[in-house]
């Protein structure tokens, strides 16, 4: 259905989040390779939260849902900036994932943002042992 949608020009533009998560206001996760997968055109828009005036990003572990919620209604402003980067078109030499990692640096590069290699699913779930012995491997090559 992606597909179709995408083809009818008459159509507007999905709106879709790659990262599947937020973060701190810091960094650009993994961006999960499916949106990038059924062609088109991709339009990114860097978005950073100036936490100024008050802190857009809630962190489960240290408040509940309440507590974020009075922190965010009693903030004097939620500033973001937002800038809308030109339009962008998978190369004919680019898989999906390539594809993404060309997107995400882009809206990081913009936004001031570390890019990080690893999907956010990651801040609540184990990381896997395959992961963790890349990591391994690479550490001994430097030693």
């Known amino acids: 259905r992606l597909r179709e949608h995408v083809a009818d020009k008459s159509k507007l533009p999905i709106l879709i ?58 903030s004097w402003a939620i500033v973001c900036n937002v800038w809308y980067l030109p339009p962008m078109v998978r190369k004919e030499d680019e898989d999906a994932v390539q594809f993404a990692n060309r997107v995400k640096s882009a809206i990081a590069r913009q936004g001031g943002l570390t890019e990080l290699p690893w999907d956010g699913g990651l801040k609540r779930a184990k990381v896997k042992d395959t992961f963790k012995e890349e990591q391994q491997k690479n550490y001994s090559k430097m030693l």
């Open 17 to 74: 989040f790659p990262e599947g998560t937020c973060i701190n206001n810091t960094s650009v996760m993994m961006f999960k390779k499916g949106s990038f997968e059924i062609g088109g055109t991709i339009y990114p828009v860097a978005i950073k939260y100036d936490p100024q005036f008050g802190d857009a990003f809630w962190n489960s572990s240290k408040y509940n849902i309440v507590s974020y919620l009075l922190r965010i209604m009693t």
